[in-house]
């Protein structure tokens, strides 16, 4: 039970040590020319989050590009986002493109229901 509490945690800060973090001062800046991974997270109810991580994990390596400028947004700076990004409850991760939600899932869900509508996304034109 500790490998996988410390499986969870180390994938946690490898997936944030390679993103983009938001800063309250700058406020969110996406690139409008691409299709934009966000991820909300709450850091102190992380064990809920697993699924989301294998799916990031997952989606990372068939698209690799995408995910490379993933933005995460800590619990702590996500309710000025809330109603932007239509997001209901934590966790959550969406795909963005030129200001519009191309793909949302919100709250608790499966890695395949996590990936299916995201992979939907990535796929398309």
Same mark, same amino acid.
């Given at each position: 039970?500790?490998?996988? =509490? !410390?499986?969870?945690? /180390?994938?946690?800060? !490898?997936?944030?040590?390679?993103? &983009?973090?938001?800063?309250?001062?700058?406020?969110?800046?996406?690139?409008?020319? *691409?299709?934009?991974?966000?991820? !909300? @997270?709450?850091?102190? &109810?992380?064990?809920?989050? @697993? @699924?989301?991580?294998?799916? +990031?994990?997952?989606?990372?390596?068939?698209?690799? =590009?995408?995910?490379? &400028? +993933?933005?995460?947004?800590?619990? /702590? &700076?996500?309710?000025?986002?809330?109603?932007? !990004?239509?997001?209901?409850?934590?966790?959550? *991760?969406?795909?963005?493109?030129?200001?519009?939600?191309?793909?949302?899932?919100?709250?608790?869900?499966?890695?395949?229901? *996590?990936?299916?509508?995201?992979?939907?996304?990535?796929? @398309?034109?």
């Amino acid at each position: 039970m500790k490998c996988l =509490s !410390f499986v969870f945690v /180390a994938t946690f800060l !490898f997936l944030t040590a390679s993103c &983009n973090p938001v800063n309250d001062s700058d406020g969110l800046e996406l690139d409008e020319n *691409i299709k934009q991974v966000v991820f !909300f @997270s709450d850091e102190e &109810n992380y064990k809920h989050e @697993s @699924s989301y991580y294998d799916a +990031i994990i997952e989606l990372k390596k068939e698209y690799p =590009s995408e995910f490379d &400028n +993933i933005v995460v947004i800590p619990a /702590a &700076n996500a309710n000025k986002y809330y109603d932007l !990004f239509e997001v209901e409850k934590f966790p959550a *991760i969406l795909i963005v493109h030129r200001d519009q939600v191309l793909a949302n899932v919100n709250g608790s869900a499966t890695k395949e229901q *996590i990936i299916e509508p995201l992979s939907a996304v990535l796929n @398309s034109n």
